[in-house]
């Protein structure tokens, strides 16, 4: 019998990789600034919850928030990154490198492929960003990576399960291809079938309000819109949990 359908929870504290394997999820990537799309996570919180979980880990690697065209102080800097985040316990990096024109940069992938084996590589939805899917699939098959994540170069998973599908045959036992991005209990089961995964990867985060009582009104920190300080989103566990149910049932192909 196969074995069921991964899970993988992208979450940018310890209270949400808590409450993802509350949920059950079977893999945690952990970030930082999950609202900016995700950077690096302090070595504190690799080390926080590396004691904290059992379940796979994979550390995101990115050194700042915008495009995938990195100097080489930024290339660097992940290198370092990675060592830290291995010697914490992660057990895999996600990251994604792009040139100029929008084509994988698969020669600097595969360095930092190499450079931090043993741990397993996923390419993440920087791969959405590339000027065309199948080229820039060539370009993650050759670099060494093992995962592939990616909504098909859609908004959402679900809109892209055109590209998804193409993707998940030509890429075959090389590769795992991950549908990730809008994905929610109730349209988690389609992306599945119809696209052929055996994984897939989401966020599973709702609104979570400030406990704080004293609100300095009008006033933002950051450079987002109020309300500022007093909201964010946080990994719900009941929505991790109502994904690994919907598909339970399922099977990787």
Known sequence: MNPPVLVEVCVDSLDG??????????RIELCA??????TTPSLGLIEAVREAVS?????????RPGDFLYSEGELDLMLRDAAHARNAGADGLALGILRANGSVDG???????????PLSVTFHRA????????????GVLASGC???????????????????????????????????????????????????????????????????GFRREGLALGAGTLPGEYERRATRAELVCATVAAVAGLERA
């Open 127 to 138: 791969f959405d960003l590339a000027r065309d899917a199948c080229e820039a699939l060539e």
């Open 107 to 117: 020669e600097r992938t595969r360095a930092l492929v190499e450079a931090t084996a």
């Open 33 to 38: 600034g999950l609202a900016e799309g995700g």
């Open 55 to 63: 379940v796979e880990l994979i550390v995101l690697l990115r050194p």
């Open 146 to 212: 093992r995962r592939l994540l990616t909504s098909g170069q859609a908004a959402r998973a679900p809109e892209g399960l055109a590209t998804l599908r193409t993707l998940v045959a030509t890429a075959g036992d090389g590769l795992s291809v991950i549908p990730a991005g809008g994905l929610q209990p109730d349209n988690v089961v389609r992306v599945v079938r119809e696209s052929g995964a055996h994984e897939v990867h989401l966020s599973a985060s709702g609104r979570c309000v400030s406990a704080m």
């Open 17 to 26: 990789a808590l409450a993802a394997v509350e949920g059950g999820a079977g």
